[in-house]
């Protein structure tokens, strides 16, 4: 596609569900990341996957945050025992270069009820 | 620590008015510092992007301005319309080290420009 895109763009869910989310970067794009934005707040580091190299994991709030990278195609960003807290846009974003500032995505809005 | 301050967070104006958002940042050992637009529901929208050699950049009726040494940008709007509603969002890329590749963002204005 054109840009960097993400799925669901809402998800409502009930606190303590898993909960994954999708992004699929621009093609070509080896660098991916995973930003938060929680209401009222800047974006938010969470994790940073380039090429094959080991991601840059220290955004992540907790051990209830993981995601995956298949290469250098889709990524999913997965929340596990999901927390009221956890309420906020997930933003994803791609660069073919990490020197190069990164395309964003339109956004996950999570809600945990 | 990175961090980004921008003011006012919210800001009316009736359309016609030319307008000045604020972002400062304390660490000036910046490699880049990125202007966005953000739209309810959708992704960020860059507007411009100015190097850390670089003392100003415009695009249209923006113009962005970066004084590296006293930690500060300024985003100039000229003629505002009413389409230009929106939350303008502020990130720096520090210069070198590791980590390098993210970006620190200011919690953003929320501009309203009224018809």
Same mark, same amino acid.
């Given at each position: 596609g054109a840009g960097v895109s993400q799925s669901p763009s809402n998800k409502v869910t009930e606190k303590g569900k898993d909960v994954e989310l999708r992004c699929d970067p621009i093609s070509g794009h080896t660098a991916l990341y995973w930003y938060r934005q929680r209401l009222g707040q800047g974006l938010e580091f969470l994790i940073y996957f380039q090429g094959?190299?080991?991601?840059?994991?220290?955004?992540?709030?907790?051990?209830r945050f993981s995601a995956e990278r298949t290469g250098e195609s889709v990524s999913t960003l997965t929340i596990q025992r999901? +927390? +009221?807290?956890?309420?906020a846009v997930y933003l994803c974003a791609s660069s073919f270069d990490p020197a190069v500032n990164p395309f964003f995505g339109p956004g996950t809005r999570l809600t945990v009820l | 620590k990175q961090e980004v301050t921008q003011i006012p967070a919210a800001l009316s104006v009736p359309e016609g008015e030319n307008l000045v958002l604020n972002c400062s940042f304390t660490? %000036?050992?910046?490699y880049n510092l990125q202007w966005f637009r953000q739209d309810p529901g959708k992704g960020l929208t860059s507007l411009l992007l100015i190097q850390s050699s670089q003392r100003e950049q415009t695009s249209g009726r923006l113009n962005a301005s970066l004084d590296k040494s006293s930690g500060r940008s300024t985003l100039y709007i000229a003629?505002?319309?009413? @389409?230009?509603s929106a939350t303008y969002l502020c990130a720096v890329r520090k210069n %070198? @080290? @590791?980590?390098?590749y993210k970006l620190t963002f200011g919690k953003g204005t929320l501009l309203t420009v009224n018809p």
């Open positions: 094959n190299s080991a991601p840059d994991k220290s955004g992540l709030p907790s051990d999901t +927390q +009221q807290e956890d309420s | 660490d %000036s050992a910046i003629a505002s319309q009413p @389409g230009d %070198s @080290g @590791g980590s390098n």
